[in-house]
């Protein structure tokens, strides 16, 4: 398996209080045609981890560690050396689409610009591809013209994985991509990601609160809960034998399709007294 990510000893934390750590010693590999699901509560150090991949952590943080993307540091990358990766070798995509698209420009132009920075096509090369991408996704050709408010939620956000595969990247990062969307479009959407990353062999690092998402798409899980992984493995591993009691408390409080299990809130009293982490 050809591996293109290896975070290892990943610390993150606010340069004005460097002991407190937001996300510690944080270690996981990516490869090539799968997809690892980050679950974890909110605040627990997800999109910090995530970000630090894009080259994309506020200036206020730090991050110490090592993080090899097809073997290269990008901890060791000056902004342009990262620009070069980012969108190209690396893709992303965000929760909500109308933040990310420029409502006064057709989506069209967002994507050829991907394509222009990246890979320099102009003219009749880059309509023709654009278009290409757009129908890859699911939209028509001719819905180039459009702009982002004249286009559907579920619309929208096939053109941000437009954007985010239209160089062909090597890993594609996903944060909430579908928790803004109904759940028949989520369930396209993440049919399309499934698809393209097996077609073009991305490694992809899907993050998301939705049990329902991990055991649709993932291979891999990675649990984090208060900065830290407490628990990672195979999809099976982790949902079919969870090992930690954050893990099984979260899983205890996802509810069964049949609607009949009992439902427990989370013990944080319990999980604080035992230490578990943090
Ligand atoms: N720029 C920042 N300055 C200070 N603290 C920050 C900053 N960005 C994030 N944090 C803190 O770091 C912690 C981890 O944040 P992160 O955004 O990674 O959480 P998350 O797991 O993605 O949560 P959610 O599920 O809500 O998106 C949180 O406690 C957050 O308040
Ligand atoms: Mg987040």
Redesign the pocket.
Known sequence: MTEILNIAHLN?A?KKEPTRL??KDVAFQLSAGKTTC?V????????????TVMGL??Q??LATGQVLFNGVDLTTLNNKEMQSIRGAQIGMIFQEPMTSLNPVLTVGYQIGEVLSAHKGLKGETLALKVGQLLTQVGISADRANSYPDELSGGQRQRVMVAMSIACEPALLIA??PTTALDVTVQAQILTLLDELKNRMQMAMLF?T?DFGVVSDIADDVIV?FR?EIVEAGSKEQVLGNPQHPYTKALLDCVPDVAGKKTLKPIDYAWLNQNKVAG
């Not at 974890?40 to 970000?51: D, N, P, Q, Y």
């Open positions: 993150i606010l937001l996300v980050i974890g509560e909110s605040g627990s150090g997800k999109s910090l981890t995530a970000l952590l506020s206020q943080l944060d909430e993050i609160h984090m900065g």
